[in-house]
């Protein structure tokens, strides 16, 4: 069975200071890894994704995450945090099952931005 | 282009009423389907995930029901809420068929409170 585990469920940063926001995953197949984000009372939207091309891949709003598989970790990160990147942040790994594909969150990461 | 539209975006129910949440998506055909929910403070559960129409699967044994009625018709119901099945239910879309990656795509999501 594939999971997420994300190391803390909070995090605070100052504006202008680098973020790292952690995810780390199991799979018994090669997968594919998502980090998506949150707004209040909003749907989640797609960060980035890897798909097995380059390891180190980049997303929108300046974040990029780079896929260790000797780790099994996939971080998420960003060189200058700025006060909207402030939200809720999501890694999921997905798998393929009877012609669906389930997906698999971990339990989230909230991004705090001090001014 | 695709959209994903799901309602009521608030709801306020008491215990022992009926549940519908409708999710409609637009653009694209043959989608999976997938209800999550997200309790406060935890992460996406996954409720329901659909690969067509009448074929539903469940992922958790629970006071709900799921749905599809039409290809890109996803509906999560209830007979008789439960306190507990109050939370943030979000339905989301992916891409089906040998072009799938996982990636899904989200509505708003429909809050729902059950006093």
């Known amino acids: 069975a594939q999971s997420v585990t994300q190391l803390g469920s909070h995090v605070s940063v100052s504006e202008g200071a680098l973020v790292l926001l952690r995810c780390n995953y199991s799979?018994?197949?090669?997968?594919?890894l998502f980090w998506y984000v949150q707004y209040p009372n909003q749907g989640l939207q797609l960060l980035l994704k890897?798909?097995?091309?380059?390891?180190l891949v980049k997303g929108i709003n300046g974040f990029e995450a780079e896929f260790k598989k000797s780790e099994t970790s996939f971080h998420l990160t960003k060189p200058s945090a700025h006060m909207s990147d402030a939200a809720e942040y999501f890694c999921?790994?997905?798998?393929?099952?009877?012609?669906?594909?389930?997906?698999?969150f971990g339990a989230g990461t909230r991004l705090f931005v001090k001014a | 282009s695709q959209t994903i539209h799901q309602w009521p975006a608030t709801l306020v129910q008491p215990v022992g009423s009926p549940l519908s949440l409708e999710c409609t998506v637009e653009?694209?055909?043959?989608?999976?389907l997938y209800w999550y929910r997200q309790a406060a403070g935890r992460g996406l559960q996954l409720l329901f995930y659909?690969?067509?129409?009448?074929?539903i699967s469940s992922e958790v044994p629970q006071n709900l029901s799921a749905s599809r009625p039409q290809d890109r018709q996803f509906i999560l119901s209830s007979k008789k809420l439960l306190l507990s099945d109050s939370g943030f239910y979000l339905c989301?879309?992916?891409?089906?068929?040998?072009?799938?990656?996982?990636?899904?795509?989200f509505g708003e999501g429909s809050r729902l409170t059950v006093l």
């Open positions: 989301a879309w992916s891409v089906s068929g040998g072009a799938r990656t996982g990636e899904l795509f």
């Open positions: 799979s018994s197949v090669p997968p594919y």
């Open positions: 890897y798909t097995s091309a380059a390891t």
């Open positions: 999921a790994v997905s798998e393929g099952r009877g012609g669906g594909f389930k997906t698999i």
């Open positions: 653009g694209t055909s043959n989608p999976n």
């Open positions: 659909s690969i067509g129409i009448d074929q």
